[in-house]
């Protein structure tokens, strides 16, 4: 099956820091999404971004679907953006993407004030 | 509009016994798929459930199952409970196949 690398595996900020996290996949994909899971165990859906560049506030990720990677990029930190950050694909088939998502291992991020 | 709701939040059973997890979906979406987290790792796909047919299965043992209603809402079975069955299983919706996932909060499954 396809691999999720995610990097780094374990991040501390101060707040008002930037920082990339990266995802490395193994193969063409037709569906990419950026989660991130607080504390308390939700997991939100940050971005569905499969190619291209999307920004939400503090926010962005771009995908180069060709060099098969992702980035997604967090600015000014702020202590309630810890958690953990899994970015998730589907291998494209060569159809539809029917949302089977493969998870990687995560970015552990930690935000001190 | 509500989330995605799962039900129980948290469940604790004992070896060998069954297990129905819920879930009802956001309005209007019509695809329902169930994950397994387990402590440290990220969530692995299971099942899913688009229009009241299963569309896609992970690799789980038979002792899985899943259904949906005509109400787009779901119900994650589990037999014959095992130690390692332990874990996270979350619920997420969408509007089709391969759009944006919604995960509910979750059901806590301890076996013991």
């Known amino acids: 099956g396809i691999q999720v690398e995610q990097s780094p595996p374990d991040l501390i900020l101060q707040e008002g820091a930037n920082s990339t996290l990266r995802c490395n996949f193994s193969?063409?994909?037709?569906?990419l999404q950026w989660f991130h899971q607080n504390p308390w165990g939700q997991l939100i859906n940050l971005f569905y971004?499969?190619?291209g560049t999307k920004q939400n506030g503090r926010l962005s990720a771009t995908t180069v679907a060709t060099e098969r990677y992702s980035l997604l990029y967090i600015s000014s930190s702020q202590t309630t953006d810890s958690g953990v950050y899994f970015c998730?694909?589907?291998?494209?088939?060569?159809?539809?993407?029917?949302?089977?998502?493969?998870f990687g291992q995560g970015t552990i991020l930690t935000v001190h004030p | 509009d509500a989330g995605v709701t799962q039900s129980p939040t948290h469940l604790i059973k004992t070896r060998g016994q069954q297990v129905t997890l819920r879930c009802s979906p956001i309005?209007?979406?019509?695809?329902v798929s169930w994950y397994q987290q387990v402590l440290g790792q990220g969530p692995q796909f299971i099942f899913q459930y688009y229009e009241k047919e299963e569309r896609g299965r992970g690799n789980f043992p038979d002792r899985f199952s899943a259904r949906q209603f005509p109400n787009y809402s779901s119900e994650l079975n589990v037999n014959a409970l095992l130690l390692g069955d332990s874990a996270l299983y979350l619920c997420a919706s969408s509007l089709e196949w391969g759009s944006p996932l919604h995960f509910g909060n979750g059901t806590r499954l301890t076996v013991t």
């Open positions: 998730a694909v589907e291998k494209d088939a060569g159809g539809t993407s029917y949302g089977k998502l493969t």
């Open positions: 971004i499969p190619s």
């Open positions: 309005s209007g979406h019509k695809s």
């Open positions: 193969d063409s994909v037709n569906n």
